[in-house]
């Protein structure tokens, strides 16, 4: 395995998202350390990668792997990605979730922290937004990452605890560097084939405020984010620059939440999952959209 490129362990490897980074990082020289409990499915043969089955709820196994003793073959890392969890609200009981995906953020929090890794990205998520909109109203749109978390679901509330545990560990290291990411609804090409039908009733997506984040432009934020300098931690919303919808986002918003304050003047099909601070602070653009496929 080379020794001169920049070292990431990825935890979720193998998950909708997860597959897509790897290949990315992998792609733009990054040596992964793929973790998960199954062996991702884009991992080839000659990748400068390792794969290694664990279970992110047990402490011992997660200090094990991020201070590089996995094997013989192990070395350190320069930087954790955090991708694993149980990915929605209603998979499991709410007790399973709030038991696993906690556990295995802290654990992979404070394992990178006694390991010296100072470079820590995370999947943190849109639903703290106050997802999904039927109980109440957005307060603005485009949304943005300036008010209060709103969690709906003890999914969305362990998010909102990620977010708060990172501050206090970047409190308790001043050279920590840590950034959230909060991911619109992932999406893959093979997605897109549902899109058009959408449009028959703007309510059917109307609790993201029809947002969504092909797979690929995730994996970009992600890249972008292992090369945010300074320390401190920092969250943003990702999602794509367009809506999921063919109808305006004007429009949208006029019949869907007409009570709701419109901040500035919307494109045609603007997102309104604002990503001006990813763009500002990261460089993010998206690159993709689902118009370029159906």
């Known amino acids: 395995m080379p020794t001169d490129q920049p070292r990431v362990a990825l935890t979720g490897a193998a998950g909708k998202l997860g597959q897509v980074v790897l290949r990315d990082l992998l792609e733009n020289g990054w040596s992964v350390l793929a973790l998960d409990q199954v062996r991702p499915p884009t991992l080839r043969a000659g990748d400068d990668a390792q794969f290694l089955r664990i279970d992110l709820t047990d402490h011992g196994q997660v200090v094990e792997a991020l201070a590089g003793r996995t094997d013989e073959r192990g070395g350190p890392l320069d930087a954790v990605v955090h991708l694993a969890a149980v990915p929605a609200p209603g998979l499991v009981s709410n007790s399973a ?15 990178a922290r006694a390991a010296g890794v100072r470079n820590v990205v995370w999947a943190s998520s849109e639903t703290l937004l106050g997802l999904p909109f039927d109980a109440a109203d957005p307060p603005y749109a485009p949304l943005d990452e300036e008010y209060r978390v709103r969690p709906e679901s003890t999914y969305s509330l362990v998010k909102a605890l990620e977010e708060e545990m990172a501050h206090h560990f970047c409190r308790w290291e001043p050279q920590l560097t840590m950034t959230g990411l909060r991911f619109s609804n992932v999406m893959h090409v093979e997605d897109y084939a549902q899109f058009p ?3 028959a009733d703007p309510h059917l997506r109307k609790w993201n405020l029809w947002g969504y984040i092909d797979a690929r432009d995730g994996a ?13 931690v920092e969250v943003f919303i990702v999602a794509n620059a367009d809506t999921v919808m063919s ?25 309104l999952l604002s990503i001006d601070k990813a763009r500002r602070l990261l460089g993010f653009e998206p690159q993709h959209s689902w118009r370029d496929h159906v």
């Open 247 to 271: 109808r305006s986002s004007a429009e949208l918003m006029a019949e869907v939440y007409p009570g709701v304050e419109v901040r500035g003047d919307l494109g045609e099909h603007e997102t």
């Open 220 to 232: 970009q934020a992600v890249r972008r984010s292992l090369q945010r300098t300074g320390p401190g």
């Open 197 to 199: 039908s959408f449009d």
């Open 97 to 111: 979730t709030f038991r696993n995906n906690s556990a295995a953020t802290w654990n992979v929090f404070d394992a």
